[in-house]
């Protein structure tokens, strides 16, 4: 089992910025990729960015250039720092982990695991 609890969603204007935290307990094995997705009422969840254990990192082309992905091995904690901000980018946003398929997959449904969500919201 693993646990993921996100942290840090709120509201701010555009062009600000916010940074989101996933604290994640359990299985290594199934911590090998971690992801950021989002998802707004009616449509598909999306995926943000994703990271694997060695480091390597992959960006949805909506958020490349704004949004970095980290992870802090020592303190099994998930990031998400998010910069300029768009009203776009409002959204319930979720962390989640996968075993170790190879490279940084960001198919939702390789996901094993999932947070309960933090919500974000940019006004314009």
């Known amino acids: 089992q693993v646990q993921l609890v996100e942290s840090g969603g709120g509201s701010v204007q555009a062009g600000g910025s916010l940074r989101l935290s996933c604290a994640a307990s359990g299985y290594t094995s199934s911590r090998c990729v971690m992801g950021w997705f989002r998802q707004t009422p009616g449509k598909e969840r999306e995926a943000v960015a994703g990271?694997?254990?060695?480091?390597?990192?992959r960006y949805a082309d909506s958020v490349k250039g704004r949004f970095t992905i980290s992870q802090d091995n020592a303190k099994n904690t998930l990031y998400l720092q998010m910069n300029s901000l768009k009203p776009a980018d409002s959204a319930m946003y979720y962390c989640a982990s996968g075993p170790c398929y190879p490279g940084v997959y960001l198919g939702w449904s390789d996901f094993e695991y999932w947070g309960q969500g933090t919500q974000v919201t940019v006004s314009s």
């Open positions: 990271i694997r254990s060695d480091g390597r990192t």
